[in-house]
């Protein structure tokens, strides 16, 4: 009888220490697991604070995929003949190592392509691949390619990671996949105010001119934008001008303004000046030389009024900077816009604004 009572204690002891590990075993998954959420808590409110950095990297150049490099672009056709046409291109860029050499080192835009043929185009696009040792398909693409001293096919199309790219080939593989040729408005018939804006020269690639872009005015076209537009010109005198030497100039063509100017020591007077109004820099020459108020401001004059058509892959910028923008018709519901550094395409229609400052 002692014998079973003892084996009785025994089998309860058992039981109630099986028990008690039975509820370490359920009640540490919990405690696990609380631990485990306030530690994916902490890591997720670190990753946003990076966020912002990645999402304006976005912003800027998209990191969707890019596709086949060799099919399905606006760019291209297929290009049914471009099996024997390459030729003409290989010819052409034969002393050139790429056609467009910096597409891997800035974004591009309309002045970096204007003129290009739709299969300069293609080639040009392509040669961002080809520069990573991209192995193509196409025929006329590996005929052209293979005429290029630095390309090295390593990579077949299979198994190329986009991912070599930096941020700006990827914004210019899919900018020259939207860029067609007629985006030059070639198309189009010759701006009626080319002859005007030529007639009055242009100096390192943009007009001698500035324009008063006049708000309220632009009407968009099919292609392109109408706006009207105040002409100015520099005012200018003779460069070789001595002391004591007088010269009548305008200062306003548009209201026959004339002003007579004598020069003295420490500038140009107007008459019953007592102090000088303008200044310039001599050159000796019988050139004009335009002339500048004391603050340094170049002294213009309005010469024309009429319009002004400028393209609407037009870009703007701001200072001596490379940086730009695209234009935005919106920006002359409210005022008016002077750019002093105007750029033209060969039919006449406004490519680049930019004011340089005084």
């Avoid at 961002?128 to 990579?155: E, N, P, Q």
Wanted: one cysteine or more.
């Amino acid at each position: 009888m002692l014998k079973k009572i003892l084996i009785f204690i025994l089998a309860a002891s058992l039981l109630i220490a099986c028990a008690g590990a039975l509820q370490e075993i359920q009640t540490a998954p919990e405690e696990t697991a609380a631990w485990e959420e306030m530690t994916e808590v902490e890591e997720t409110e670190e990753e946003d604070t990076e966020e912002p950095e990645e999402t304006e990297e976005t912003d800027e150049f998209d990191d969707e995929p890019l596709g086949d490099p060799e099919e399905g672009d606006e760019t291209s056709s297929l290009l049914a003949a471009a099996s024997t046409s390459v030729n003409g291109v290989i010819k052409k860029y034969k002393k050139k190592d790429y056609i467009l050499k910096n597409s891997n080192k800035e974004k591009l835009d309309w002045d970096d392509v204007k003129g290009l043929s739709e299969e300069e185009l293609r080639y040009a696009k392509n040669e961002i691949y080809a520069r990573h040792g991209y192995i193509f398909k196409a025929d006329d693409l590996k005929k052209y390619f293979k005429s290029k001293k630095w390309y090295k096919g390593t990579v077949k199309s299979s198994k190329f990671d986009e991912s070599v790219f930096n941020k700006y080939e990827r914004y210019n593989v899919k900018y020259l996949k939207s860029v067609k040729p007629s985006s030059g408005k070639k198309s189009l018939s010759t701006a009626s105010s080319k002859k005007k804006i030529d007639s009055y020269g242009y100096t390192d690639g943009h007009s001698k001119l500035g324009f008063l872009l006049k708000k309220g005015t632009l009407k968009e076209k099919d292609g392109y934008y109408e706006v009207k537009a105040v002409y100015y010109q520099a005012v200018t005198v003779p460069g070789n001008m001595k002391e004591g030497d007088s010269v009548t100039v305008s200062f306003n063509d548009l209201k026959g303004d004339k002003r007579k100017l004598t020069l003295k020591d420490d500038g140009l007077y107007e008459k019953g000046d007592k102090s000088a109004s303008y200044y310039f820099y001599p050159t000796g020459k019988k050139a004009g030389v335009p002339i500048y108020e004391d603050s340094d401001d170049r002294v213009e004059k309005p010469v024309y009024e009429g319009k002004l058509y400028i393209r609407t892959d037009a870009v703007t910028a701001e200072g001596p900077t490379t940086s730009t923008k695209a234009f935005k018709a919106s920006s002359l519901k409210k005022s008016n816009k002077y750019y002093n550094a105007v750029y033209f395409d060969s039919k006449g229609y406004v490519t680049k604004l930019i004011f340089v400052g005084d």
